[in-house]
């Protein structure tokens, strides 16, 4: 992971913090990385939002949703892990092999914040382009209706799908839902997001990852 072309050492205090996730602040002290994240996520959607405003003639809506395809969980997972986050990702000593998609992707998040406090605008947009514009100007998002895809599958063989709220946790403005998907009074896939949307979306996902394997 790089960041001195964007005015930002790997022992900055900031980037520090942007990198420790709860579990590891609690075990060593110190703070951990969902404030920088709450502001990453501003500065993210900013410069995702300024994109496709100047790049393209979409509406609104249009705007909207696209935008949303390049800044879900999943996307923002592809981002830590070509920007080389993942491995620097501080967690407490039980969870070392544990980093989920979820964490990567808020961590991706805070580091924008720490770039954006220690460095500017500027350099904060400069590191969030340099990882996502090969993916913005293919022009393909990293949404996909799983709800629909799992439903069509099921289909075949007259199941039902049901969705279940497990448990939500975080505070108001910055909440994680984990949802299962059960496929005939059968759990197939657990998922989780920063809406009950995307959670069932991922819990979808990873039910059809399991129906494929049952064939």
Known sequence: MKLTKYNIKENNKLLNIALTHSSYAYEHGGEHYERLEFLGDAVLQLIISDYFYKKTKLSEGEMSKIRASFVCESALYIYSQDAGIIP??????GLQKGV???IAADVFESVIGALYLNSGYVKAKEFVMDITLPYLEKGEG?????KSSLQELVHTTKETVVYNVLREKGPAHNKVFEIEAVVDGIVYGKGKGKSKKEAEQNAAHDAILKKAGDK
Do not use: G, R, V
């Open 88 to 93: 620097k990702i501080k967690l407490a000593q």
């Open 100 to 102: 989920t998609e979820s």
């Open 142 to 146: 990293f949404n996909h209706d799983y």
